[in-house]
């Protein structure tokens, strides 16, 4: 599909901001939603029960699948069981195609942040040291799923038909569109 333009994100209803764990998917997409006056959902907190324990699949399916059969979203990002629906409904894809290193830092200094705040996230979830450095850690699930992350943005990118994509390169990308649109909202051009 051709490259997404700023007019694109400017007309999109359904907006998804897909990218590399830490890479600031949730950051953009409240801040996409809050110019265009959509509404934000964050899957993290659909997909998470307290302790940490991940929502039975039926639910998680009743919980997510609707959000992306509505009208008007920004939605921040598309597990691999509902990338298909989330991309067949999307009017955009905003992809966060940063470098590994960017990322991981990124999200280095967020959960370095969150444990010792002890910030809740994920449905009101606590990041701990002790989760940080098991297997099952968001820094190991950063390793696991990089590559494969970064290679569904990119195919999607490149594909010949489907939904536009813009994919950002570095941060100052994100902040340029958000100051386009905010420029755009101000200026009573459509939104």
Same mark, same amino acid.
């Given at each position: 599909?051709p490259?997404?333009?700023?007019?694109?994100?400017m007309?999109a209803?359904?907006?998804?901001?897909?990218?590399?764990?830490?890479?600031?998917?949730?950051t953009?997409?409240?801040?996409l939603?809050r110019?265009?006056?959509l509404?934000?959902?964050?899957?993290?907190?659909?997909t998470?029960?307290?302790?940490w324990?991940?929502?039975?699949?039926q639910?998680r399916?009743?919980?997510?699948l609707?959000?992306?059969a509505?009208?008007?979203?920004?939605?921040?990002?598309?597990?691999?069981?509902h990338?298909?629906a &989330?991309? %067949?409904?999307a009017?955009?894809?905003?992809? $966060? @195609?940063? !470098? /590994?290193?960017?990322?991981?830092?990124?999200?280095?200094r967020?959960?370095?942040?969150?444990?010792?705040?002890r910030?809740p996230?994920?449905?009101?979830n606590?990041?701990?040291?002790?989760?940080?450095l098991?297997?099952d850690?968001?820094?190991?699930?950063?390793f696991?799923?990089?590559?494969?992350k970064?290679?569904?943005?990119?195919?999607w990118? &490149?594909a %010949?038909?489907?939904?536009?994509v813009?994919? $950002? @390169?570095? !941060? /100052?990308?994100?902040?340029q569109l958000?100051?386009?649109?905010?420029?755009?909202?101000?200026?009573?051009?459509?939104?």
């Open positions: 599909m490259a997404a333009t700023l007019a694109d994100v007309r209803r359904r907006i998804l901001v897909y990218g590399c764990t830490g890479s600031g998917k949730s953009l997409a409240l801040a939603g110019l265009r006056g509404q934000v959902t964050l899957i993290d907190e659909l998470w029960e307290p302790g324990v991940s929502t039975p699949p639910e399916d009743a919980r997510v609707p959000r992306y509505a009208e008007e979203w920004v939605i921040d990002t598309a597990y691999g069981v990338r298909h &989330a991309h %067949a409904r009017d955009v894809i905003v992809g $966060l @195609d940063y !470098p /590994r290193v960017l990322s991981l830092g990124r999200l280095l967020r959960t370095a942040r969150r444990i010792v705040r910030e996230c994920c449905n009101g606590i990041e701990t040291l002790g989760r940080t098991s297997r850690s968001i820094i190991a699930w950063h696991r799923s990089w590559a494969r970064r290679a569904v943005m990119r195919g990118a &490149a %010949a038909e489907g939904t536009p813009l994919l $950002l @390169d570095r !941060p /100052r990308d994100a902040d958000l100051a386009a649109l905010a420029a755009g909202a101000g200026s009573g051009q459509p939104t």
